[in-house]
């Protein structure tokens, strides 16, 4: 049992004694937790620098709408909530993160919302857990996060690879590919998504011919796309970050059928802007979560180029960026209290059950009510389960379509759990 499993055990016996308590006629004692300053201090820890750093937009401008959202409804506990942005970086620069978690945690963040990959999640996520404060990430996807020993401080609005593994290799075998290629980082975020993906598309009766890993940060895959065609695959699935821009063209060097590439969330990107655009052309690839509300992206857009003038062109996970600060103001809300300790013991429960509410408003109007609440965002229902992972997901099927580099939603696979 990990340690946020005990602590939710204990949580289910409390609330067990409070309801008979409740029943006796005698009112259950209020939580005590450690004191807040009042103001919600929120920290980011996000890739502007590094192989993610495509990922960067649109998870910053997420945060910026989320938080104009929560201080124009009022802010949290009466007061706007504060932010402060510090660069994560990669796995090949694996000191930055842990130096920028430590200059939030000194400024008395109450929380981290961070990091986008999960290899650097690993580099903090003891640093900031076990200084009580809730860490939060909108794209960390590794399945081994999911047992972290993180004293219950630790959450994903994301879902578990094994989740899109799941989706990525029956997609690939429902195209009728039979011998598939595999090239994936060497990292936790790679390996995961390899394993799960791997074992689907055995199970489905394909075979992974090739399975070649390389390290974070590589930029010769000459060798490696060798192997792959030499070892007969007419398929690739591509996990990657930045690197995909160096195995694409190594891929069209030797003639491969670029719309047998599948990309996942860590490289599907917008290639309009490279010369080998068209070659991706019926390429097809996962994302956690469905089709994002057109107006929200609007928004977020119309934000991002006020703030820094600059045109956003990903959206990939900024709903789950949005939503992991809305389910950070709201915790910190119900709990009258904007701690670490009392974020995280009210994370659960404004995910979960009670009144359906979909903006900041009208959540802090049901928790001045005295009402439960259970919101639900622009990435899906969340509802956080033992482990902080997202037991309400979906993933995306995206293919590009007309030469233009970009890809275009084509369906969204429902999952009820990641387990």
Known sequence: MSAFSAKRVLGTVAAVAATAIALSGCA?????????DGVLKLGGVLPLTGALAFLSPPEIAGVDLAIKDINEAGG????????ALEDSSDGDHAEVAPASATKLLAAGVDAIVGAAASGVTRNIIDQITKAKTVQISMSNTAPDLSEWADGGYYFRTAPSDLLQGGVVGNLIVKDG???????????????????KAAAVIEAAGATVVAAEAFPEGESNFDTIVDKVIAAGADSVLVISYDEVKKIVPALQKKSFDGSKIYLVDGNLANFSDQAWAGYLTGAQGTLPGGETDAAFKQRAADLYQANYGKELTE??????????????????????????????????????????????ADGLAAIKAGKDIDYEGFSGPIEFDANGDPTGASIGIWKYVDGSGVSALQSVVAGNSVK
């Open 315 to 360: 959206f990939a996970y900024l709903a789950e960026s949005y939503d992991a600060v809305m389910l950070l103001a709201l915790a910190a809300q119900q709990a009258g209290n904007d701690s670490g300790e009392a974020i995280m013991n009210n994370m659960t429960s404004v995910s979960t059950g009670g009144e359906k509410v979909k903006t900041f």
């Open 177 to 195: 590919n039979e011998n598939v290629g595999v090239i994936f980082q060497d990292t936790a975020y790679g390996q995961g998504l390899e394993k």
């Open 76 to 83: 949290v506990l009466g007061k706007p909530v504060e932010w």
């Open 28 to 36: 259950a004692p209020a939580p005590t937790y450690a004191p807040g």
